[in-house]
Structures are given as C-alpha cells and as structure tokens.
C-alpha cells in the first residue's frame, strides 16, 4: 500500500489530515472550561489524532521499524507477550517498586515523627536530605546486588533509599504546619503531645504526606526500572526493555514502556484519589481552583 | 445578680485572683516586659472586660490564667487551685481570636473534641454537644464542615465547644474581632444571654479592643495600658444587669463609654516612655 | 513553656554558624563511626575465611586492620574510597580513563548539552502553551501526565535507536537528558509565567502594553522564582539521565560506565569512587545553577 500512491498525492492528503486535525482540536478547545467534555475531550482527541498520524505515517512512508513501530504493531507485541510482560509487571511494580515504596515511606514517616521533638537532629538531617535529592542515588544499584543478590529485593533497596528523604523532608514540613492557635487550643485541653499529634498534627500533615508520595511513586518506578538496567535475572520491566532492544525488538520494548507508563500513571492516579478522600478538607482539594493548582503540580 | 446596688455585698466566692503577676520576656537588647505587678480578683458570676491598647499585655494576662503562658514573678490562683491544675482539672473554656476549628472534622465532631480527649464516652459526647450547639443557636448544622459556615456560625461553634464541659470560667480572646459590626452585635446579644441563664454562676473574663463591646458585656471593666503591661484603671458598670441592644443609645452607657475612654488616654498618656 | 514566639534573637555571626553546622558534623560523624563498624562487621567473614583462620591466635585488632583494608570488600572503609579517590583524580593525567575526572567530564558534557536544549525546548513549549489555548487544553495535560510516568525506561531505545543511525557518544545520551530536563522546566515556566495576577495584568493593559512588552517586562522576572527550583531538579535528573544513558550498550567512557565495569568485575571500592564521583558532580551542578539563581534573582530571595 505504501508505495502504491505517488508522493505529491500523499502529501496532500496529509496536509488535509493535518488541517482537519487542527481545526477539530482548536474547536474543542474552545469549548467551556468547566465543562468536562470540553476538558477532558482535547487532550484525549489530541492523543488520538497523534496516534493516527503516526500510523499513517508508518504505512505511507514506510519507515522501518527498527526505529518506531506503528501502534498497531505495538498493541499486537503487547497481546502476544502478555504472558511474558505480566511476569514482568509482577517482578518490577508489584515487588520492586510498590515493596520498596511502602517501605521506604514508612522509614521516613516514623523518622520524621521520631526527630519532630528534636530540631538540633532535624537541622543534622535536612542538609542531609537536600544533599541526597542532587545526587543520582540510581547509581548505589550495583551496590545493592552486591549486597542482596540479583533478584528484586536490591531493586526494592535502591527505592527505599529514593523514596526516604523525599517522605522525610515532607513529614517534618507537614508536622510543622499546624497553627499556634490550634497548638494552644489543645494545650488549654491538657492534652499531651503523642494525643496533639495523632488528632490534631497528623491530619495537618497529610496534604504534605500525600505530596510526597505522589513524588515517591514515580521515583519508585524509576528506581525499580533503572535498577534493573544494572543487572538482573531473567524478568522484570527494565530487563525486558534493554534485553529486547539490544536484539532490536522493538515490538516488545515498546509493549514494556506502554506497561510501565500505564503502571506509572494508575498507581500516581490511585494515590490521588486516595488522597482527594483522605484530604477532602484541604483547600487544594475541595476549591476548583485549589484543585487545578494541585493537579499541575505544588 | 445586680451591679448597681452600692451597698457592700457579702463576698462571693472568688473564681480568679492574681497577685503581683509579672511577665518579661528576655531578649538581646530590651527586655519586654508583658505585664508588671498585675492584681486583680474576680468574683465569682462576674463578667469582667479587659480593654487596652496593643502591647497592654490584656492577652497576656487571659493566657497567664489559662496557663498558657508562664509568669515571671507573682501568683494565679483559679477557683483555689493553680493555673496548672486548673488546666488539667478542665476549669476554664477558652475561646481564641479565631474559630481554630479542625477542618476535617463535622461541626459536632469539632464540639466533641474537648469531650473526646478527656475520655468522655461517645454517646454522652455526642448528647452534650448537641446541648452546646442549640445553646447558641445552630442546630440542624452538626453535619457541616467548618468552611461550609459562616465566619460567624465558626465563632458560634467555637464557643459551643468550649461550653462543652459547663465550665464556671470562660476566658475569651477578641472572640468577635475579625467579624462584621451586624454580626458582632446579634453574637454579643447571644453572650450576654447565655451568660444570664446561668443565673450568677459563669464567670466571664473577655478581651477587647473595643469599648461599646466592653461596656455593653461587662459587668466590670479593667483598663489596661502599655509598656509596661499594668491595670490603668477598674470601672464598675453602672448599667442595669437586663440589657438590650437598646442601651447603647443612653446616656448612662455613653457616660460610661466616656469614662473607660478617658481611663485609656489617661493611661496611655501617663507611661512617658521607659 | 510560652506558647508564644519569645522575641529577641541569638548571637550573630560565630554562634549562628555554628548553630547551624554543629547538628551536620554530629550527623556525619554518626554516620562515620556507623560505616566502620558496619564495614567491619560486613568484612568479617570473608577476612576470617580466608586469612585469619591459617594464623592462629590472632586479635580483634587484626580483624579491624584486615577488614579496613581489603582488596575486594564487601562494604569498603571510608579512606580506602577517598584514597582510591585521589590517586584517581591526581594520580593519572586528565584524559586517561583511570582519571575519575575524565569520566566526570564525559558525563558532564552530554548533562549539560542535554541540559541546555531540555530547558529550550521547556522554555519554547511553555510560551507557547501560556499563549494559545488550543496548546494547553491539548498538549499541557500530557505534559503532565507524563510526570507520572517512568520517562527512564525509554533510555535503551533511544541508545539503540540511534545508534542505528549512526549517532554514537554523547549525543544520545544528551537527548536522554535532554528528555528529563524538559518537563519539570515546561510545567513549571507555564505555571511561573500564569502567575502575574489579575491586579498586574490591569496595570500592564492600562499602559497599552503590547503582549510582548507584557511578556518581557511582566510574565519573565514573575516566573523566575518557579523556574530555578525546576532548573535544579532538572540538571540533577539530567545527571541521571546521563549515567544511565551509559549503561546498555556497555558504554566506555562515563561515570555510568564505570559503575558497570565496577559491578562487572566486583571492584567494590571502584564503584564507590564512581559513587562519590557521581555525588559530587551533581553537588557542583546544581550548586552552579543556585549561584546563577542568586546572580539573576534581586535581593537573593523570592
């Protein structure tokens, strides 16, 4: 079919595609912001129509795949290697990252509660913590095999010391957000401090808490996957990707990536909603414009 | 309970006395001095304002017999035990400047808060906050949250909460400072109210900037002033226990509006400096 | 205990700057006094396997010396990583590949080439969006939306990819960079460039600004405050994006590729100078980046 159409033919027809593409997005883009179609429509009809120009493109010009397989290809690798990129799925995001992430969180929550009565070791940790977040902790992988083997306890490893500081760092900026007034109020209760926290400290530092973890999910995934590039056994998301594009599979690495951006995003998107439920007072969520702010991004 | 009788009435039991109270603060340069040989003794059933310029150390003083803060020198005692045992013995409720309600909480999870950390059942919790929010007029909101309520209806439920354990002593910080005059004069009609159906029994002490609102409540003003931190002056009111709104267009409240105004002048006026 | 803030401050100049150093240095020398006992410990039994168990009667001060100094230690000593450090970096001329800094300048180069044009393409992306609304009810939710997504994981292909093409060395693993950089500098100059409120706009537009007076003299100095933060996590996931660049094809020259060969071969202390090596260079990074912040920020803060 590709060479079938003579080239001036075919770029006119993709200069129409292009223009009737434009104007369709442009028109729903003009539609009223609060309404969800208009806001939620454009985006996804401009993914949609970058999906058909890239496959139209892949057939008309022909452009070997070594390079870029069309979507169609892509989707037809994921259902044949669903088998092999569940195994996978499994190794990386059930085991490395989502192992690593709640450990690592935790570690950091309980240390930011425990050093919250002592400011001299909080000014010891935070240079500390600032210092980490410029270094590229990826590289203590080889590191973590060497000490826990080649299977995804090291790659759990490698996420919980990514994910400690960030969780640090917000716990104790989250525990320190709750007002004088509302302090004094539980004083004036006689209320000690480990009964301030759990009711009144806590809840304050949630929206903290719940950055932070949208932070450490994506950390988290790129932990597990980077660390896998450093060696591996036989399955994992980052294993499959530098294997297969070593042998220029690219059918397959490119079903992996689909896998580990889907991942990425539903785990980033559960914890958002989680958090809307748990945070559901919080002026970032429960004012729209508060909540566009959040989206984008604090 | 009358004020306007001159007669000496036997004394009442003392809910508040403060001796020589001292409060400086240190620091690099100057030390401040909060509150400088502060007396006072407040009657049981009284409603007592404490009005003064900014740095007059009134709040000082509320915070000092809430044992908020510590003093420097001198004594609080409150219904005979110290500040500190009086906190833990639940003996006071404090209102503060703003609401400070927890926004994830309901409104009548707000009120049960004081209940809830004392260890009082759910069930009689929930009963006597229920009894505290009709007090001052909000039921049928126990199911909001705090940022569905006006700035008004928030102060309402800060003071709902701190009826919670039917305190004798309210202390109460600028409680209607940040609202609008419309507001502040139905909650001040509301106070004075809930004041009276305790028939003498709750005592009152209220900080204010502003005299209306002083000598409306009150049934004793004590004007303070700044640097350092001392009482200027303590004026009686003159005015009948029943009030209305009504009275602030006499000349009795006027009169007495003046003298608390001159008393603050006088006071400012009088420091000269360190 | 006052509840309320006491008022007054420390003594100035020694004292604060010791406040604020002396809680570092008790943190550190925990963390040093942890590290020997934990190197070792770690060390021990490989160290008793091997040479102590053929001397008979041998001390703890002999386990100490032999775990402190061994060839290929599980968890190797801190001097032995400094010393392995310096006879790297001054032991060898700058362009052998036993230099640490010739690694770091291989590095370096394809951060910062992918440095540069991931903030220009961010920059360019972000007027465009804060100037057409058809870019940013399309293209901006994916911009961030692929925050959420592990960007990494491309890195192999874009190697082989082109490769293929026949573009090897640096340039592959600037464009890697390159994609890192983009995102945190496009949200946050959109964000950073919407922020002038309605109050400014007004001002700008009672003037008969154009947009391009409004854009220049307006939008560029209110979104600079977003736009450094980002900068800063940006070269340092550049840093990332760099090493890692070096790891699938087996990649000789860089710091990732040192860290591969350490593993490779089991040169435990290699790693660890490539570690340190590698935390270094990203300290020096970002540390340039806040010093352009400070030079172009009035009054050094926001």
Redesign the interface.
């Known amino acids: 079919m590709s060479t079938a159409l003579s080239t001036p033919v075919l770029v006119a027809a993709f200069a129409l595609l292009l223009i009737v593409a434009v104007l369709s997005?442009?028109w729903?883009?003009?539609v009223d912001e609060r309404n969800v179609f208009?806001?939620l429509g454009?985006?996804l009809?401009?993914?949609a129509w970058v999906l058909v120009f890239w496959e139209a493109s892949m057939r008309a010009f022909d452009v070997p795949r070594?390079?870029?397989p069309a979507p169609s290809l892509i989707a037809q690798s994921l259902a044949n290697g669903i088998g092999v990129l569940a195994g996978d799925f499994a190794q990386t995001v059930l085991h490395s990252a989502l192992i690593g992430l709640v450990a690592g969180c935790t570690l950091g929550f309980v240390t930011g509660v425990l050093i919250d009565r002592s400011p001299?070791?909080?000014?010891?940790?935070l240079?500390?913590a600032a210092?980490a977040?410029?270094?590229?902790l990826?590289?203590?992988a080889?590191?973590m095999?060497?000490?826990f083997g080649f299977d995804w306890h090291s790659k759990a490893a490698v996420v919980v010391v990514m994910t400690f500081f960030p969780m640090l760092v917000n716990t104790l900026a989250g525990l320190a957000e709750s007002?004088?007034?509302?302090?004094?109020?539980?004083?004036?209760?006689?209320?000690g401090y480990w009964?301030t926290l759990v009711?009144?400290r806590i809840?304050v530092a949630l929206p903290f808490i719940f950055n932070a973890l949208k932070i450490n999910?994506?950390l988290a995934?790129?932990g597990a996957?980077?660390a896998e590039?450093?060696?591996s056994p036989v399955a994992g998301?980052?294993f499959r990707?530098?294997t297969e594009?070593?042998r220029?599979n690219?059918g397959l690495?490119?079903a992996?990536?689909v896998v580990?951006?889907v991942a990425?995003?539903l785990?980033?998107?559960l914890l958002g909603w989680v958090e809307r439920r748990a945070?559901?007072?919080?002026?970032s969520i429960?004012t729209t414009a508060g909540a566009v702010q959040n989206?984008?991004?604090r | 309970m009358t004020l306007s009788a001159p007669a000496p009435l036997p004394s009442p039991a003392l809910a508040v006395e403060v001796h020589g109270a001292s409060v400086v603060y240190p620091a690099a340069e100057h030390p401040v001095t909060a509150l400088r040989d502060v007396s006072l003794a407040i009657s049981e059933g009284e409603f007592i304002s404490l009005i003064g310029p900014s740095g007059c150390g009134k709040t000082t003083l509320l915070r000092v017999i809430a044992d908020l803060e510590q003093l420097t020198a001198g004594s609080v005692r409150v219904n005979g035990l110290s500040a500190h045992d009086a906190r833990l013995a639940r003996a006071y409720g404090y209102v503060f400047q703003a609401p400070a309600l927890f926004p994830w909480r309901t409104v009548l999870a707000n009120v049960c808060l004081p209940l809830q950390i004392h260890g009082v059942d759910k069930a009689r919790a929930r009963t006597v906050a229920l009894e505290q929010l009709a007090k001052v007029g909000l039921t049928g909101f126990e199911g909001k949250y705090p940022w569905q309520l006006s700035g008004g209806m928030q102060q309402r439920v800060s003071i709902a909460r701190a009826l919670g354990f039917e305190p004798k002593l309210l202390m109460m910080d600028e409680p209607f400072g940040a609202l609008d005059e419309i507001t502040r004069d139905r909650l001040n009609e509301q106070l004075l109210q809930l004041w009276r159906a305790d028939a003498g029994r709750r005592t009152i002490v209220f900080v204010t900037h502003s005299i209306p609102e002083a000598v409306f409540l009150s049934s004793r003003i004590v004007v303070m002033s700044p640097r350092p931190g001392r009482i200027a002056e303590v004026i009686e009111s003159t005015l009948p226990a029943e009030r209305s709104l009504d009275i602030r267009d006499t000349a009795a409240f006027t009169e007495l509006a003046h003298r608390v105004r001159m008393a603050l002048q006088g006071g400012h006026g009088s420091h000269g400096g360190h | 205990m006052a509840a309320t803030e006491v008022p007054g401050k420390r003594g100035s100049g020694l004292g604060a700057a010791w406040h604020r150093v002396a809680p570092v240095l008790t943190v550190l020398a925990v963390v040093l006094v942890a590290w020997h006992a934990a190197a070792v410990w770690l060390n021990a039994p490989q160290v008793i396997e091997r040479t102590l168990s053929s001397q008979p009667g041998w001390s703890a001060l002999d386990l100490v010396r032999l775990t402190l100094s061994m060839d290929r230690p599980v968890l190797p000593a801190p001097h032995q990583i400094a010393l392995d450090l310096f006879d790297s970096v001054f032991g060898w001329p700058l362009d052998s590949p036993r230099n640490l800094l010739f690694h770091a300048a291989v590095t370096s180069s394809a951060t910062l080439l992918g440095f540069a044009m991931g903030t220009a393409l961010g920059a360019l992306l972000a007027v465009a969006i804060v100037h057409s609304r058809t870019l940013e009810r399309s293209l901006f939710p994916w911009v961030i939306a692929s925050q959420t997504v592990p960007v990494l994981a491309i890195a192999p292909i874009v190697i082989v990819i082109l490769g293929s093409m026949g573009m090897t060395g640096t340039f592959p693993k600037a464009i890697i960079s390159m994609y890192l950089c983009f995102f945190p500098v496009a949200v946050a100059l959109v964000k950073g460039l919407r922020s002038p409120g309605v109050l400014e706009l007004e001002l700008l537009h009672t003037y008969a600004a154009s947009k391009t007076n409004t854009f220049w003299m307006l939008r560029v100095p209110a979104s600079l405050p977003f736009l450094f933060p980002a900068l800063r996590v940006g070269i340092a996931a550049g840093l990332v994006g760099a090493i890692v660049g070096e790891l699938p094809t087996g990649a000789q020259a860089g710091l990732g590729a040192r860290l591969l060969t350490g593993s490779y071969y089991g040169n435990t202390v290699q790693i660890w100078s490539a570690l340190v090596m590698s935390a270094l260079l990203g300290l020096v990074l970002t540390g340039c980046v806040a010093l352009v912040e400070r030079g172009v920020t009035p009054g050094g803060r926001r």
């Open positions: 997005v442009r729903l883009a003009a208009g806001r454009t985006p009809l401009f993914g070594v390079l870029l001299f070791l909080q000014r010891g940790l240079p500390l210092l977040s410029t270094v590229p990826v590289g203590i080889p590191i095999v060497m000490w007002g004088h007034m509302e302090r004094d109020l539980m004083r004036s209760y006689g209320a009964r009711a009144l809840p999910s994506t995934m790129i996957i980077v590039f450093f060696g998301l980052g990707i530098s594009a070593a220029l690219m690495v490119w992996a990536i580990a951006a990425g995003s785990l980033y998107g945070t559901f007072w919080h002026p429960r989206a984008t991004g």
